[in-house]
């Protein structure tokens, strides 16, 4: 029996050895082939490396974008592989590559950059008044009595030549009475005692028509009419049969409405592009589809410091009588067409309150951020008066996904270059060790060893973490000597190796320094 056991250890033994001689074989054959096809001193895997193949800067975690690494492995941050950033990608000073795929996927469109003619659209809103320009006062030239009234209440249409009131002028009657008096004596030499009556008459109040009346008729004319000097309405009425009127008195205020004004107030930012002569066209309410057009008048030289706003006083014709004073009504003016242009789409611009930037298509899936100086805005389209030339295509849209990745590598590209202008400070370092920022935080101590102190800290923003009770490694130097359990602490922690974090300064917190002196005490 022990024989057999023995004879059988052997035979495991044997056969161990055998399998172990193949596999030693097998792989010093493999290498042998391997060498023969690469060539001698060549490893598998840079034989399989492309003889163009970029330059690798370092590697990174694009969710943290600030750290660098010298060599590949996994992220201390995220549960990833590095991500290696090649030359051409590192000296494009902001640009951005896209593959077409993410292009496509992103809906990325974009649009040539053209010359052209730019016409602005100013709208406003405003009211019909009276044309100021176009208005008849009658006032009473003589002490008299209206015996007769023909306009009866305010707002009365009134035509030109319509008579308006019937006047009783004594001083008229001695006057008409002593010009005829020395016509019927005429022809005894009295011409120069003739022109004198007429001339009292005109001292008197009356007109050249009316003295002409007196004339043809031969006859006093004690009752004399007046009639409108224009068509329109009677705005103001200050009179009624019976009444004594003094000289000076008003009477009428006859306002035409051949012509009309519309003030309209334009808010100051675009007062600049409106001015008087550019053509408008009025649009009311209360005349559905009519559409009135007219001219600038005048500009008013007042800014409404409540409102912000110019007066621009736009005059149009009114021949029906359709707009009456009071009407709202809907502007739009036309000014000048200012000529070749630099325009692109008004959405390509990216406004960050500071500056305007737009994403410049540069070919082979490449775009680059350029600010630009923007002009005048006016229907989709922005003019650009510096910062880009005719020809370029610019993106129009997501752009704002580009542009953010582009502040990213300028980001980074700015670090570079710091980082190369100090050499003392390494610009990589290994993925067991990260050079990473520090991060503030404020709790209790829960234990001490040798290696490590565990804090229960409230959240820290600048990590995301809320709280919790975790392990840091002491520092080098150790712990202060005023340290122990149970005190309130507020320290400074940088990530270390493998996703841990050291702790870098450590202090008691106020109230811990109190009751520490006030127990010494």
């Not at 492995?73 to 051409?88: C, H, I, N, R, T």
């Not at 035409?256 to 003030?263: A, E, H, K, P, Q």
């Not at 005023?482 to 990530?495: A, E, K, M, T």
């Not at 841990?500 to 917190?509: L, N, R």
Request: proline share 7%; aromatic share 4%; charged share 20%.
């Amino acid at each position: 029996m022990k024989n057999r056991k023995i004879l059988l250890c052997v035979v495991m033994v044997f056969l161990g050895a055998s399998g172990y001689a193949l596999y030693a074989i097998g792989i010093h054959q493999g290498r042998k082939l391997a060498t023969s096809i690469v060539g001698v001193g060549a490893s598998p895997v840079a034989a399989s490396a492309p003889a163009d193949a970029k330059k690798v800067l370092y590697w990174h975690d694009p969710m943290v974008p600030g750290q660098k690494f010298d060599k590949p492995g996994k992220s201390p941050f995220m549960d990833m592989q590095l991500v290696p950033v090649y030359a051409e990608n590192g000296s494009d000073n902001g640009k951005v590559t896209i593959s077409p795929r993410v292009q496509q996927n992103l809906g990325i469109r974009t649009a040539e950059v053209t010359r052209g003619n730019l016409t602005s659209a100013v709208v406003a809103v405003g009211s019909v008044a009276y044309n100021e320009r176009d208005v008849a006062l009658l006032q009473a030239r003589s002490n008299g009595f209206v015996e007769r009234l023909y306009v009866r209440a305010p707002l009365d249409p009134v035509r030109k030549g319509q008579a308006l009131a019937q006047l009783y002028v004594p001083e008229w009657v001695a006057a008409q009475e002593e010009y005829l008096s020395v016509k019927r004596m005429q022809g005894n030499g009295l011409d120069g005692l003739l022109e004198g009556a007429r001339q009292r008459m005109r001292l008197v109040g009356m007109t050249d028509d009316q003295i002409h009346l007196v004339e043809t008729r031969g006859k006093v004319q004690a009752r004399l009419t007046i009639t409108a000097p224009i068509g329109g309405v009677l705005s103001e009425l200050a009179v009624r049969e019976g009444m004594t009127v003094m000289t000076g008195a008003p009477m009428f205020k006859i306002n035409g409405l051949g012509t009309i004004w519309v003030n309209a107030d334009i808010p100051e930012s675009m007062s600049a592009q409106v001015r008087p002569g550019n053509a408008v066209e009025a649009r009311t309410p209360a005349l559905q589809g009519v559409i009135f057009k007219g001219k600038v008048s005048a500009i008013l030289p007042d800014v409404n410091p409540a409102t912000r706003t110019l007066k621009a006083r736009i005059e149009l014709p009114n021949p029906s009588g359709q707009l009456v004073p009071g009407m709202f009504a809907t502007l739009n003016f036309s000014p000048a067409a200012r000529k070749n242009l630099m325009l692109i789409p008004t959405e390509a611009v990216i406004q960050t309150g500071t500056r305007s930037v737009v994403m410049v298509a540069q070919g082979d899936g490449k775009f680059l951020p350029v600010e630009v100086e923007i002009g005048s805005e006016t229907n989709g389209q922005s003019e650009i008066r510096k910062g880009l030339e005719v020809g370029q295509k610019v993106v129009v849209s997501g752009q704002f996904l580009i542009d953010s990745e582009a502040s990213l590598t300028g980001t980074e590209t700015r670090m570079s270059s710091m980082n190369a202008a100090t050499p003392d400070k390494p610009t990589a370092v290994e993925p067991g060790k990260v050079a990473g920022p520090t991060h503030r935080g404020e709790g209790r101590v829960e234990s001490i060893n040798k290696e490590e102190i565990t804090i229960s800290h409230g959240p820290i923003p600048t990590l995301q973490w809320g709280a919790m009770t975790m392990g840091f490694k002491l520092p080098a130097g150790g712990l202060p000597h005023n340290i122990v359990v149970g005190d309130s602490v507020i320290f400074d922690i940088h990530p270390i190796k493998d996703g841990a974090f050291e702790i870098g300064t450590i202090s008691p917190t106020a109230a811990a320094k109190n009751q520490s002196v006030g127990a010494k005490q």
